[in-house]
Nanobody, 120 residues
């Protein structure tokens, strides 16, 4: 069984910073891409940032230059450093990872979501 557990959400002022973490645990054989998505009320879930095991990260235009995604391949953890926060960053943030568990096939896994609220 594979789980993604997020932490680090909360309330911040506009212009402030928050750091999200997401740890993957369980019978993990291999992880390729790890990333963050977000969903604001009334909106569809959207990509925030992705980072492959090897290579460069990609960012949504709306967060490029303000957010930084990173990962620790030993700890199977992905991070999202969010700086210069804006009210429009308010959303539930979800961790996502493409994982091969044990001897099984590859599957997409999601965290439970963590609320980020930015006050203007």
């Amino acid at each position: 069984q594979v789980q993604l557990v997020e932490s680090g959400g909360g309330l911040a002022r506009a212009g402030g910073s928050l750091r999200l973490s997401c740890a993957a645990s369980g019978n993990i054989a291999e992880i390729t891409v790890m990333g963050w998505y977000r969903q604001a009320p009334g909106n569809q879930r959207e990509l925030v940032a992705l980072i492959p095991r090897i290579g460069s990260a990609i960012y949504a235009d709306s967060v490029n230059g303000r957010f930084t995604i990173s990962r620790d391949n030993v700890k199977n953890t992905v991070y999202l450093q969010m700086n210069s926060l804006k009210a429009e960053d308010t959303a539930v943030y979800y961790c996502n990872s493409f994982i091969r568990a044990g001897r099984g096939s590859w599957s997409d896994y999601w965290g439970q979501g963590t609320q980020v609220t930015v006050s203007s």
